[in-house]
């Protein structure tokens, strides 16, 4: 997920036609020219590094040393574009007369191959060891993984909590063993958006070891943010991942995990999470945004030196220049609509829509909401351009920040796609929701 820049409609945008989103797909404008390289991590990696990794998979060490008081990171998908196995291009060259030699003398040597084998195994001989590796030597072990078990609402014995929603909980474990099932109990409903599947959700939790009593790291311990995803896609534990579909921002729900549905059979080691530990999570779902969400609210007319801009709802902004207007040296933002949540700091991921623009004709060049899909990224992470990384620190979830973009903070003077070296650029932005991801 180190892409440079989400790039509206420029090249290397394509229309997303997966529900978890690509970013190389998505991104404002393009890949950012010069130097800089875009890498692309498999979400089983990502999801390891973070320590969230699902059932079956075994912990990637890592260099640095962890903080076992750190509230937890989980991971979000990327896919990686198509290549072979090997890592090779898909269609390599021609392979010339020399290859085609090769080719047929390994041919031979195949077909050789397997009337030996054929020979030392046609009279039924019990001992084939000399006819066929040893599989268990040659093959990598198969972790396997429980299936994770259908969600219930209840159980013999659950823990009770305490406490109200945005608030810590007080969860007290009961003195008998959890009955293994996977419970999603909601404690207090919420009059906000359902979450569905695909939805980007974000969340406060509180969670202990059923078994050990203890606690485990919180969004409401210090310097916690609230966890944010998108639901449904397998990119967190099943215990987040699918126990917040169907249910409204604004609830209270407790959730018991097995092992099945929280750190599989390998456990956690770095937060002493035993093999056969169940966990137990009071989650409160803070917020709930569509795939194809959009802020609303009172809306401030841009200065008369800004490009003016008309909503179209959930279609792309309609950008108008100003005639004859200069372009800034410097960048420049205005609060179409001001939101009530809290500040995006730099670090956080931030989920948006957008719609970039030329300055000099106001041309949309691409927008996330054509594709029915937001994008995101973490904030001063130089994932995107600097004009976003500066523009939208320090603005609030839930407004939308016109940006002029000059091209020293833009594509410079290369350009990218449908986008001329040199030129400013208006970005229209919806700050749908921040947090950690």
Excluded: C
């Excluded at 937890?72 to 390599?92: C, L, M």
């Excluded at 040597?109 to 020979?119: A, F, H, K, N, P």
């Excluded at 109200?164 to 009059?191: H, M, N, R, Y």
């Excluded at 056969?276 to 609303?296: G, T």
Aim: no cysteine.
């Amino acid at each position: 997920m180190t892409e440079k820049t989400p790039s509206p409609g420029g090249a290397g945008t394509a229309a997303n036609d997966s529900s978890a989103g690509d970013p190389a797909a998505s991104r404002p404008g393009g890949p950012v020219g010069g130097d800089r390289e875009s890498i692309v991590v498999p979400p089983a990696i990502l999801a390891q590094q973070a320590g969230w990794a699902q059932p079956g998979e075994a912990p990637r060490a890592t260099g640095g040393t962890k903080t076992d008081d750190a509230p937890q990171i989980f991971a979000s998908n990327v896919r990686k574009s198509d290549t072979s196995e090997a890592g090779y291009d898909e269609n390599p060259p021609g392979v010339g007369k020399l290859g085609v030699i090769l080719g047929t003398v390994i041919a031979l040597l195949l077909v050789g191959s397997g009337v030996t084998l054929y020979m030392v195994n046609k009279d039924g001989s019990k001992d084939t060891a000399a006819a066929k590796p040893d599989a268990a030597k040659s093959a990598p072990p198969t972790p396997t993984a429980d299936p994770v078990p259908p969600i219930k609402d209840s159980a013999k014995v659950l823990p009770t909590v305490a406490g109200d929603f945005g608030k810590k909980a007080d969860i007290q474990i009961p003195a008998e063993a959890s009955d293994g099932s996977f419970v999603v109990k909601v404690l207090t409903e919420g009059t906000g958006a359902k979450v569905e599947k695909n939805s980007w959700a974000s969340v406060d939790y509180t969670a202990k070891d059923w078994n050990t009593g203890k606690d485990i790291p919180s969004s409401y311990d210090a310097n916690g943010k609230p966890q944010i995803f998108q639901a449904g896609t397998d990119s967190l534990i099943p215990a987040l991942d699918q126990a917040v579909i169907g249910k409204k921002a604004g609830s209270r729900l407790l959730v018991v995990a097995p092992p099945a549905a929280a750190f599989g059979a390998q456990g956690k080691a770095d937060m002493s999470i035993g093999p056969k530990d169940d966990l137990v999570f009071v989650i409160d779902v803070r917020n709930a945004n569509a795939p194809d969400a959009v802020v609303s609210g009172t809306v401030t007319p841009p200065p008369a030196d800004f490009p003016q801009v008309k909503d179209n709802g959930k279609k792309p902004a309609e950008i108008t220049p100003v005639a004859g207007a200069k372009d800034p040296t410097e960048l420049k933002s205005h609060v179409l609509i001001k939101g009530t949540g809290p500040k995006v700091e730099k670090g956080e991921k931030v989920v948006v829509q957008y719609t970039g623009a030329l300055f000099s004709s106001g041309k949309v060049f691409d927008s996330s909401l054509s594709k029915g899909q937001a994008f995101s990224f973490p904030v001063g992470g130089g994932q995107v351009i600097q004009g976003w990384d500066q523009g939208l620190e320090g603005q609030t979830v839930g407004s939308r920040v016109e940006l002029v973009i000059p091209a020293s903070l833009g594509y410079g003077d290369k350009g990218q796609g449908d986008i001329p070296p040199g030129a400013t650029l208006v970005f229209v932005v919806d700050i749908l929701d921040a947090g950690q991801g």
